[in-house]
T-cell receptor, first 110, second 114 residues
Framework: KQEVTQIPAALSVPEGENLVLNCSFTDSAIYNLQWFRQDPGKGLTSLLLIQSSQREQTSGRLNASLDKSSGRSTLYIAASQPGDSATYLC?????????FGSGTKLNVKP | DVKVTQSSRYLVKRTGEKVFLECVQDMDHENMFWYRQDPGLGLRLIYF???????EKGDIPEGYSVSREKKERFSLILESASTNQTSMYLC?????????????FGEGSRLTVL
């Protein structure tokens, strides 16, 4: 069974810092990998999707990379802002099932 | 803009009541999912459906049932609500074949069972 791990569980950084969130998975046979953001009491918002044939995707200050062979994905956030404070989850899709990590709770201090 | 809409953001029900949670998507997705999310337990799949009138049990189907009579609508039913079903419920949808497999979520339904 696919296991998805996100470390650290929580992260607190000062505003303006560049940071990296990590996602690891045990089975490299994935169709895609997706990063989400979740604000308290809300649903998950899709941030970036990387297809299995791709290595990275970028959107604004966000960059996500995928290394299937090592079972890892990273989400890079440049010049963090207080508005980036949220929980970030990664998930991969394989055989019609989605496998989620437990998330990294990010706090960006003004 | 893609949209998954959950009918109720907040519900308060009493033990033993029958509860309906409705979800509608406007993207013509084949797949629809119901998850619950609890602190420390993450997202857990309750049921999913890959076509009209089709359903598959997820990891925690006990105490729940689902209905998918139309492609755009997927309902979660709690036949007799219990306090341990107090949770955040999240509906999601995606394409089954073709496309990127991107998953889209609704805003969530916070259910409290007293």
């Amino acid at each position: 069974k696919q296991e998805v791990t996100q470390i650290p569980a929580a992260l607190s950084v000062p505003e303006g810092e560049n940071l990296v969130l990590n996602c690891s998975f045990t089975d490299s046979a994935i169709y895609n990998l997706q990063w989400f953001r979740q604000d308290p009491g809300k649903g998950l918002t899709s941030l970036l999707l990387i297809q299995s044939s791709q290595r990275e995707q970028t959107s604004g200050r966000l960059n996500a990379s995928l290394d299937k062979s090592s079972g890892r994905s990273t989400l890079y956030i440049a010049a963090s802002q207080p508005g980036d404070s949220a929980t970030y989850l990664c998930a991969n899709y394989n055989f019609n099932k989605f496998y989620f990590g437990s998330g990294t709770k990010l706090n960006v201090k003004p | 803009d893609v949209k998954v809409t959950q009918s109720s953001r907040y519900l308060v029900k009493r033990t033993g009541e029958k509860v309906f949670l409705e979800c509608v998507q406007d993207m013509d997705h084949e797949n629809m999912f119901w998850y619950r999310q609890d602190p420390g337990l993450g997202l857990r799949l309750i049921y999913f459906s890959y076509d009209v009138k089709m359903k598959e049990k997820g990891d925690i189907p006990e105490g729940y049932s689902v209905s998918r009579e139309k492609k755009e609508r997927f309902s979660l039913i709690l036949e007799s609500a219990s306090t341990n079903q107090t949770s955040m419920y999240l509906c999601a949808s995606s394409f089954f074949t073709g496309g990127t497999g991107e998953l889209f979520f609704g805003e969530g339904s916070r259910l409290t069972v007293l």
